[in-house]
């Protein structure tokens, strides 16, 4: 079956683009997953900080759904720090490397093996087809990849 348009408005015949096919293709589109750094990275000692950053992943892509150009744009607005020991944190930056201390956390078990990670959530923006930008009311967080981290204690050492 054929479907034509006779007469009348032919952009009447384009169908809308609504935010809930924009969702169901930002949800099949592969979002970047964050990658975790630890300092020190892979074994840190106890009752210190351990420092966490990450680097804002970026998405800016354009596709098409039903048949028009859709822009679409994830900011990542929101970090959850999985610290590997049970406890996490929230925050709305990615955090910086040793010197800064922006994302902290302090191990309090030696002997410990902890797989560390961070999600982010991504905030959606789209047009379609070069129209004004709007923002989809749900956000998307992508699991982020894990590390290993081992906790070890500090020995004093009398030298004489």
Known sequence: MRSECRGGDPEAS???VTAGDVLREVRRLPLPKATLSLQPAGRTLVNLDTV???TRP???RTVTILGQSVHITAEAT????RHGDGTRQTTSGPGRPYPALDITHRYTRAG???HPSVDVTFTITYSVDDGPAQTLD???TTDGLSETLTTHEA????TG
């Open 52 to 54: 966490f950053s990450t």
């Open 138 to 140: 749900e956000t998307i």
């Open 112 to 114: 410990k093996t902890h």
């Open 78 to 81: 929101r970090y959850t720090w």
């Open 155 to 158: 020995v004093p050492v009398l």
């Open 58 to 60: 970026t998405f800016d």
């Open 14 to 16: 384009v169908p809308t």
